[in-house]
């Protein structure tokens, strides 16, 4: 007997055209992983996560970065990862969306330059769409990171790279279900400073589609700072394009991810947030959640899931100087007096922590407590030694329970100092410390005899902060080498006669014009890193090809290749990984056959992508001072020397609650492109957008919108 086929329903019309997202950004997978209470805590509720995804039945996951806490992540933690993504994202279930833009383009740095569930040989039920953050992001001579590794896998669909370091042109990835369209932008993380400049030169241009281009919902992903750490260590959301309706920002661990309406730029921020507690921070401190995001055209729903795998995190602050009918600091027990005291508040926290626990028993057992404590007022800390061995049985962080700090205090300064000659500095740049401006205090407050006289600060404090995070062991030196090569050319061409006091008046003119022009400093960095690189990799290459033999002849040079290359014994570091160069680098993919599953909508032409190549400059053999090098400039004519391409590096840096409901829209954009970036955008009235708090137990109307004011 045939079943009579039942008409199609506006309920299920609607669920067709609606997208289902889970959202959810910073899990730091790895974090700890060695700390025995600990250790799990980013693997299980990873896999929450995932089955969070699963049973909601998304069509796809959504990652801001920083998927893992290491650039180079462990053995455990890679196996964890592909482990839990080949368990939840593996299926037969039918992708319901489609991909209309150019693969080739959105993911054109893999190997495989089309989404996952469009491969023959793989079948994904949930895609993973991911951007990378600071902590993964790519490093070494390959530019490779641990998403690209997923991506070969066909795990994750790793998308937001910038192919360019002049000029970032963000290509959407366009999605539709249905009537709905989707216009996903990302952009993974760049440093803050220099991303913050590109956009201030208007050097950051997002591209849009080019057929009707405000019936699209546009969503952009984005993983940098959002507070304020300086002056330009962040970016400011009226440097987005207003045309956005919904921005997921990554990087900031404080969850608030109910969207908040910016008022100038008329669009709404979502900061979901970390899934895990990677420091003892008030802001860490508040609930984790992720969101079920659900897109209907140009109308928007973000459901709040809380985590229910999270360890408790419990924090909270006590000023001794605030309880004087306790405390006295010229009594002889007060130490033991403050001693008792932290003791009651980690019991009544312990307590609180008793009180609400969930009943799911993956939920850890002990607590993260964190007791900070000012001191200031002529108090002394007790040993925290004693006190934290009380606890090591009931409390996840038993070493660093408390956290002793006092405000420095205000001394008389003698009358005699000039106070003109200190720097007033904000409050907020104080807070941090980076080691390019470390390098520029100290050679700006130095004595003369110690100033720089070939290298600027700026160039300097960079290769520093290349050293000590990427792991860049030559890039110090090959600055060095570089800026001393460019140095004497330049003499040379101008035919400074062959006197110290000359030179020395050349080299201090060429290096203040240098020090006034930013952008050819930072060419002349990215520079002299890139010829680091191609240096390891070099050796790295020949380490590799050479027989025994003539590794017993050149011991100097095998010795300098071991040095070079990865090894178990160095120190761990979160900075960047060494590449390490096997062969030529200039291979080119295979085109992509016609012939695809298409499950969601197939594309059938082929496509390729351009491999990238790096060509090793050359390094000298010997370092020649200037005068050495002006001497022989008289033995022989000057050179001209070919002008080197180059290619940038990346560096670091880390830091309600209902369902709402609203209806932004798309408003005018007077730097919008179309997907060839040639078309503008034509000019129209705006539409409005609203926002409408609605309950969770309101399923029958999920999507809301109000009417407001036109923008002015």
Request: hydrophobic share 35%; aromatic share 8%.
């Amino acid at each position: 007997m045939i079943a009579e086929m039942r008409p199609a329903t506006s309920t299920d019309e609607e669920e067709n055209a609606t997208f289902k997202i889970l959202v959810a950004t910073d899990i730091h997978l790895g974090y700890l992983e060695k700390d025995a209470a600990r250790g799990n805590d980013t693997f299980v509720t990873f896999d929450e996560i995932l089955k969070l995804a699963q049973d909601n039945e998304v069509d796809f996951l959504l990652l801001g970065g920083d998927l893992f806490h290491e650039n180079k992540p462990s053995r455990k933690t890679l196996h964890t990862c592909l482990e839990l993504l080949r368990k939840y994202c593996m299926g037969d279930r039918p992708i319901q969306f489609e991909i209309l833009s150019d693969q080739s383009v959105n993911f054109g740095f893999s190997k495989f330059p089309w989404v996952n569930y469009q491969d023959d040989n793989l079948n994904i039920s949930i895609p993973v769409f991911s951007i990378h953050g600071n902590h993964d992001d790519p490093t070494g001579a390959d530019a490779l990171c641990a998403l690209d590794i997923l991506s070969c896998a066909g795990l994750v669909n790793h998308f937001g790279r910038s192919p360019s370091v002049e000029k970032i042109d963000i290509s959407p990835v366009l999605l539709q279900k249905g009537s709905s369209k989707i216009a996903l932008y990302g952009l993974g993380s760049i440093p803050d400073e220099r991303l913050h400049r590109m956009f201030v030169n208007k050097q950051v241009t997002m591209l849009r589609p080019k057929e009707d281009e405000d019936s699209w919902f546009n969503l952009f992903v984005i993983h940098q700072n959002r507070s304020k750490h300086g002056a330009t260590n962040y970016i400011p959301e009226q440097f987005l394009d207003d045309f956005i309706d919904l921005v997921i920002w990554g990087h900031e661990h404080e969850c608030k991810i109910a969207p908040a309406r910016n008022e100038r730029q008329l669009f709404y921020v979502s900061q979901p947030g970390s899934s895990v507690v990677t420091s003892l921070s008030p802001g860490e401190a508040a609930k984790k959640h992720v969101g079920l995001l659900r897109i209907k055209g140009k109308k928007m729903n973000m459901q709040k899931i809380p985590l229910q795998t999270v360890r408790p995190f419990y924090i909270e602050d006590i000023v001794l100087a605030d309880h004087p009918d306790i405390f006295n600091p010229d009594n002889p027990k007060v130490t033991q007096a403050i001693q008792a005291f932290c003791m009651e508040k980690v019991e009544a926290m312990l307590d609180n922590s008793e009180r609400d626990r969930l009943d799911n028993p993956r939920q850890p057992d002990k607590p993260l407590i964190r007791l900070r404590v000012d001191y200031s007022g002529g108090f002394e800390p007790f040993n925290i030694v004693r006190f934290s061995q009380k606890f090591m049985d009931r409390i996840a962080n038993p070493k660093d329970i408390i956290h002793f700090f006092r405000h420095r205090e205000q001394k008389e300064k003698n009358d005699e100092i000039n106070f003109g000659k200190l720097v007033h500095k904000p409050a907020s740049e104080t807070t941090t410390l980076r080691v390019e401006d470390l390098v520029k205090q100290y050679f700006q407050t130095a004595e003369k005899k110690v100033q720089l006289s070939l290298l600027t600060e700026r160039g300097m404090g960079e290769a520093v902060q290349e050293f000590v995070d990427k792991e860049e062991k030559d890039a110090i030196e090959e600055l060095v080498k570089f800026q001393l090569e460019k140095t004497q050319r330049f003499l040379k061409e101008r035919h400074t006669d062959a006197e110290e006091t000359k030179i020395d008046e050349e080299v201090q003119r060429f290096r203040e014009s240098r020090r006034k022009n930013t952008m050819e400093e930072d060419e002349e960095v990215r520079e002299a890193l890139n010829r680091a690189k191609a240096h390891r990799s070099q050796g790295a290459y020949h380490a590799s090809v050479s027989s025994d033999d003539d590794l017993m002849d050149v011991a100097a040079s095998g010795q300098r290749a071991n040095d070079d290359s990865d090894d178990d014994d160095l120190p761990p570091s979160r900075g960047r990984g060494r590449g390490r160069a096997r062969g030529g680098k200039g291979q080119n993919a295979a085109a992509r056959g016609a012939s695809r599953r298409g499950r969601g909508g197939g594309i059938g032409q082929d496509q390729m992508i351009s491999s990238r190549t790096y060509k090793s400059a050359p390094v000298p053999t010997k370092n020649m001072s200037i005068m050495d090098a002006f001497k022989s400039s008289r033995q022989q004519p000057p050179r001209n020397m070919p002008v080197k391409s180059y290619s940038e590096v990346i560096e670091d840096d880390d830091s309600d609650l209902e369902e709402v409901s609203f209806t932004p829209s798309s408003t005018a954009n007077p730097r919008s492109f179309g997907a060839s970036a040639s078309s503008k955008r034509s000019s129209q009235s705006l539409a409005s957008k609203g926002v409408d708090f609605e309950s969770d137990e309101d399923d029958s109307e999920l999507f809301k919108s109000t009417s407001r004011r036109s923008r002015r």
